[in-house]
């Protein structure tokens, strides 16, 4: 009994002392940023300049399309990978089993992977042999 009347007394002087969250700026989930959205709009802006795609610029789509799959925000970035999608005449599905395809061919992002969409944490297996 004695220890809810202390839980209770903490309770209240927290409450007393606390400040009240400032509201955001704006409520609107669509002006939400991605962390990785500046390096995503480089990774988008190179791909919209290419006439047809690279391997890897299937796999950096399909993994973009995952990564901002659901996001409330970064707009410009979600309609730029559907107008891409539009541009190579491909769609989700299509893109996925190719990418797919790729994976199973063997397919690893190349040196510059560490400027890649993903982390290229599978393509360091022959380092430190």
């Given amino acids: ?76 970035l979600q309609r730029d990978m559907q107008r891409l999608l539009s541009i190579w005449k491909l769609s989700r599905d299509e893109l996925n089993q190719r990418v797919r395809g790729l994976w199973t061919a063997g397919y690893r992002p190349g040196p510059a992977g560490d400027e890649a969409v993903g982390s290229g944490f599978d393509t360091s297996e022959a380092e430190g042999s």
């Fill in 1 to 76: 009994m004695r220890s809810a009347n202390l839980i209770r007394q903490l309770h209240q002087a927290v409450r007393s002392t606390a400040q009240p969250m400032s509201e955001p700026e704006s409520t609107d989930a669509s002006s939400q940023s991605h962390p990785l959205e500046a390096s995503d709009r480089d990774h988008l802006d190179r791909m919209l300049a290419r006439e047809s795609p690279q391997d890897g610029d299937l796999a950096d789509l399909a993994r973009l399309l995952i990564r901002y799959d659901g996001f409330p925000g970064a707009d410009d």
